[in-house]
């Protein structure tokens, strides 16, 4: 059986950090980009990074470029999104998502195009201002 499972939400206070951790079983990292969405209270989910290991391509949302970094441990199959800098409007439940064969370029789409192959079960991110 495919897992992801998340890792490492919690409460923050705002200027704070967390770091996110994906870790897949039973697919190969360079099948796939991975990455994380996010829901927020009465808003729609949103792609928030993504890493596609084979080709070496990354995606962040504006909101987030230069506060969060994406990398993966491919000798542990796990993806990790170091949040820095926390505001208010990151608290969320972001779920790791993995979509086949695809770019990390085209991971903010892939959920609409119905391509997400996989999707972990949540961790709530809260930030207090």
């Known amino acids: 059986e495919v897992q992801l499972v998340e890792s490492g939400g919690g409460l923050v206070q705002a200027g704070g950090s967390l770091r996110l951790s994906c870790t897949a079983s039973g697919i190969s990292f360079r099948d796939y980009a991975i990455g994380w969405f996010r829901q927020a209270p009465g808003k729609e989910r949103e792609g928030v990074s993504g890493?596609?290991?084979?080709?070496?391509?990354?995606y962040y949302s504006e909101s987030v470029k230069g506060r969060f970094t994406i990398s993966s441990d491919n000798a542990k199959n796990t993806v990790y999104l170091q949040m820095n800098n926390l505001k208010s409007e990151d608290t969320a439940v972001y779920y790791c998502a993995a979509a086949g064969y695809i770019s990390a370029e085209g991971f903010p789409n892939a959920e609409s195009l119905g391509i997400i192959d996989y999707w972990g079960k949540g961790t709530l991110v809260t930030v207090s201002s």
């Open positions: 890493i596609s290991v084979g080709d070496g391509n990354i």
